[in-house]
């Protein structure tokens, strides 16, 4: 069951669904809501890798443990729990602090299934919860009104992609570790 949950924030179902709801949005003609979540997705990518890089380069500087912030909690959280406030963005836009709601709520499950399953510490799932909340904070303040009719599309699209894509796994951090870690930690 743990594997099961962690999957639907995979990097092997992020990216697709990232990419359709970015589609979808350009698509319906919400460009402003288009830009703005790919934008964000992108730098809440980059911000990741450079969390991640950062750990290599602090375990080899420190001699310790690898870093590695969760990017299935980063994801989730900006994907999943960007959705439920954009979803429900006329509430939020009385009270924005209620975002945390959706947006922690999504991280703290997938955190629990990384801690469980043993692939990250309570530090590395915080840290990528924070990132992914700003992200989904970010897409609650600036998209601005959501079409309403948006959703016909939106909620059905992103639900088959993360269905058809679960399971699916792009090993990202392997990736990261073999471009970016240090020589002396390798050998």
């Known amino acids: 069951m743990l594997h099961f949950i962690t999957d639907f924030a995979d990097q092997g179902v992020m990216l697709p669904v990232m990419v359709t709801v970015t589609f979808i949005m350009a698509v319906y003609g919400w460009w402003r809501g288009a830009v703005v979540w790919a934008v964000t997705a992108v730098t809440m990518l980059a911000v990741m890798l450079l969390l991640k890089i950062a750990g290599l380069y602090y375990a080899a500087i420190e001699q310790t443990a690898i870093i590695s912030p969760s990017g299935h909690v980063a994801a989730a959280c900006m994907v999943y729990g960007g959705l439920l406030v954009l979803l429900g963005q006329r509430y939020f836009m009385r009270f924005p602090a209620l975002m945390l709601v959706p947006l922690s709520g999504i991280g703290i499950a997938v ?3 990384r801690i469980a399953l043993h692939t990250h510490t309570l530090f590395e799932v915080i840290t990528g919860g924070m990132v992914g909340c700003a992200a989904g904070f970010v897409l609650g303040r600036a998209c601005g009104p959501v079409p309403q009719r948006l959703w016909l599309y939106l909620l ?14 792009l090993g990202i951090e392997g990736a990261i570790r073999a471009m970016f870690m240090p020589r002396k930690i390798m050998s």
């Open 111 to 113: 955190a629990c299934t």
């Open 156 to 169: 059905p699209g992103v639900t088959c992609i993360a269905v058809l894509f679960h399971g699916t796994h």
